[in-house]
């Protein structure tokens, strides 16, 4: 695992100006095209809500995102891989410190297969303490002939088919606030405070059955110790492995609360959206003349950019003319999500475009999102030999270009749900009634994507094989 650098400590505690950031164009935006805006029931409430969220704390720092950049940079040149992973939508309820520790923990395990196996340094990344608003196709939900607001997500509206539940709350966008804050305490104290700790690899893996993932797992960690203890005896000071570093991520969806959380850097007065490091801008608000697009070009954050099937290269080329005209190392991150059956043919037109213009992103694939089909008992799933398909896919076209297949953005959870039918110990659509929670899409069990971190290490470490 990377240690910080004494000047990445130092810059990590950058303050931010009190207040929401001033800068000029900020607020562009809103003259703008938006899609997937909510509709604020009571704008008195979404006034005081705004004005409450430009004067909290920050959430993330400066210094923090400056760091992240340095590391997706790498990624981008082939020292490095990203693995971003959490929930399809965080909910209130579910950021307890029993299930915020499950998937930190998930998280490290694969990043500590990935950085073991594949002997490559892991940028990790959750999409976690703001992943709670949503995309809808459709504006609206029919049930039994009653139609109302679709659900968007804990910091728009609820999930119960209810009059008052959908009702779109801005003061929901403050509780999604606190609850981000709440939840980041705890991945530090987690990452920074000795949970994180490679000494530790086997504990992560206490109290869960056996099955292949967790076989060779276990088998990794006492390949990890033997190194440990060698390196011990050589007198290496291990307090580096005690911390690692772990960033926040999620889809940029909701302006209002991007926009409140905006700061300017106290060291040079740029913009920082400080609701997370990380941002993406997902398949169905990248419009380049739309308000999405134009606000996150505006702020220092790395960026990332959802690509489905329907990409063409004009649109990836004025994307990036948009949001990295200086084309700074780090800044600017694709996400593929193309789907199993296409993504040979898609993605290698894309892919050499962009390498013709001569730009170098960061290249994710985000196997989950193209690959969502409806199970016989009506659940939505997908098969987890699809979604390790569309990695093979990624690495497939990848590695013929010349490029290089940068990470992987996974929706995951720590918790043993049965909600992607496969993998190696077995789930069918038997299991869903019972341990099926997700709110909107189905996410990899623990199980699954310890799975998925041993293949990909193959992947990684012999380009010959497939994922």
């Not at 009571?42 to 400066?62: I, T, W």
């Not at 659940?379 to 699809?386: H, L, V």
């Amino acid at each position: 695992m990377t240690a910080h650098s004494r000047d990445e400590i130092l810059a990590f505690g950058t303050a931010t100006s009190e207040g929401a950031a001033t800068t000029a164009g900020l607020d562009h935006w809103r003259s703008l095209p938006i899609s997937q805006a909510p509709q604020w029931a009571d704008q008195e409430d979404y006034k005081a809500a705004v004005a409450e969220l430009s004067q909290v704390p920050p959430l993330v720092f400066a210094g923090e995102v400056d760091v992240l950049r340095t590391r997706l940079a790498e990624a981008a040149r082939g020292e490095a891989f990203v693995l971003q992973g959490g929930d399809c939508a965080e909910t209130f309820a579910g950021s307890t410190a029993n299930r915020i520790s499950a998937r930190v923990k998930t998280i490290l395990q694969m990043a500590a297969v990935l950085t073991y196996g594949a002997s490559v340094p892991v940028v990790k990344m959750g999409r976690i303490a703001g992943q709670f608003a949503k995309p809808r196709s459709s504006d609206t939900e029919t049930r039994d002939g009653v139609t109302l607001p679709s659900f968007r997500g804990e910091i728009v509206n609820g999930y119960e088919f209810t009059e008052e539940a959908r009702r779109h709350d801005a003061r929901r966008m403050v509780q999604a606030y606190h609850t981000s804050s709440s939840t980041l305490n705890l991945v530090r104290a987690f990452t920074q405070g000795g949970f994180a700790d490679l000494r530790s690899v086997h504990a992560w893996n206490q109290g869960f059955l056996a099955n292949p993932a967790y076989a060779k797992y276990e088998e990794m960690a006492a390949e990890i110790d033997r190194a440990v203890r060698f390196m011990g005896a050589a007198g290496v000071d291990f307090e580096a492995m005690r911390r690692t570093e772990f960033y926040s991520a999620h889809e940029a969806l909701l302006l209002d609360y991007e926009r409140a959380l905006t700061r300017e850097d106290s060291r040079t007065g740029n913009p920082y959206a400080t609701s997370a490091h990380f941002l993406w801008i997902g398949e169905r608000t990248r419009q380049v003349d739309g308000a999405h697009v134009d606000f996150l070009s505006r702020v220092r954050n790395p960026i990332g950019v959802k690509l489905g099937p329907s990409t063409k290269v004009d649109d990836v080329l004025a994307l990036a003319e948009k949001i990295d005209p200086t084309r700074e190392p780090g800044r600017l991150t694709f996400i593929t999500r193309m789907g199993a059956g296409v993504i040979r043919d898609v993605l290698p037109d894309i892919v050499s475009g962009v390498k013709d213009a001569g730009l170098e992103p960061v290249w994710v694939t985000d196997p989950m999102h193209g690959n969502t089909v409806t199970a016989k008992n009506g659940y939505k799933t997908r098969r987890f030999e699809d979604v390790m398909d569309e990695v093979a896919g990624f690495f497939d076209v990848h590695r013929e270009l010349g490029t290089h297949p940068g990470g992987m953005h996974v929706e995951l959870t720590g918790d043993d749900v049965a909600e992607c039918l496969g993998g190696a110990n077995l789930v069918d659509e038997s299991a869903f009634e019972e341990h099926y929670e997700s709110l909107c899409d189905p996410r990899l069990n623990h199980e699954q994507s310890l799975e998925m971190a041993f293949l990909v290490t193959e992947a990684l470490t012999h380009p010959d094989r497939r994922a």
